[in-house]
């Protein structure tokens, strides 16, 4: 029988259940990788009474194929290239700065819509749990790390409710820990995994964020 997941909910809620022994930590951040990550990563900061906010990421496109990635951009300026896709593509400089331009507006924007004014999360000898509602290849995540590993974490979990066998495996030469509750042989789509996987919405992100009390308080035991 195949099990599924009826919705973002209750996937968090194992997920949680999985990553325990992280609980009541003061060191602790749980980032989302927005925007269906985030309903998964309230539940899981609820859980471990941790701070929760969003860790945008916006992949930088190779020109006229922008579906493979040449770099990207996330919360808190970071920039990463990948060296080798640059070299072996021989994609001009100026190419790199337009797209990342084009893509800094648009993670300026999320950033305004998601969390205001609020400064982005401080993540230095921070355990960071980054969460994400699942993972295929696993691009936008790698993304993710590239940016976080930049800001010198004490340590970073890689958490998702389902992905792909081959991805999770890949990811653990990566990162500390990879906690992924269900990684089916016969992995297709995310959203195959879910009952429910309708898209999650900017506002829905905001709310969200909004009704967890405590992801103002970096770094402030409560």
């Known amino acids: 029988m195949t099990i599924r997941y009826e919705n973002r909910k209750e996937a968090g809620q194992l997920l949680a259940s999985e990553l325990m022994s992280y609980a009541g930590r003061a060191d602790v951040t749980v980032l989302a990788l927005p925007r269906g ?123 998702v409710p389902v992905a792909a066998a081959s991805t999770c495996e890949e990811l653990r030469l990566e990162v500390d820990l990879v906690v992924c509750p269900m990684m089916p042989e016969a992995f297709s789509a995310v959203g195959a995994w879910y009952d429910d996987f309708s898209p999650t919405t900017d506002e829905e992100v905001r709310d969200l964020l909004d009704r967890v009390p405590h992801h103002h308080g970096w770094g402030v035991t409560r």
């Open 37 to 159: 990550g985030v309903p998964v990563a309230m539940e899981v900061a609820d859980a471990l009474n941790a701070p929760l906010d969003v860790f945008v990421v916006r992949k930088l496109g190779v020109p006229g194929h922008r579906e493979l990635a040449m770099g990207a951009i996330a919360t808190g300026g970071v920039l990463v290239i990948n060296e080798e896709i640059v070299r072996f593509l021989k994609i001009p400089s100026e190419a790199i700065r337009a797209i990342a331009e084009e893509e800094r507006r648009e993670l300026s924007r999320r950033e305004y819509a998601y969390r205001g004014d609020r400064p982005s999360p401080k993540l230095e000898d921070r355990i960071v749990i980054l969460v994400d509602d699942g993972m295929a290849t696993g691009s936008t995540m790698r993304a993710a790390i590239s940016a976080v590993r930049e800001q010198d974490p004490a340590m970073i979990i890689v958490a």
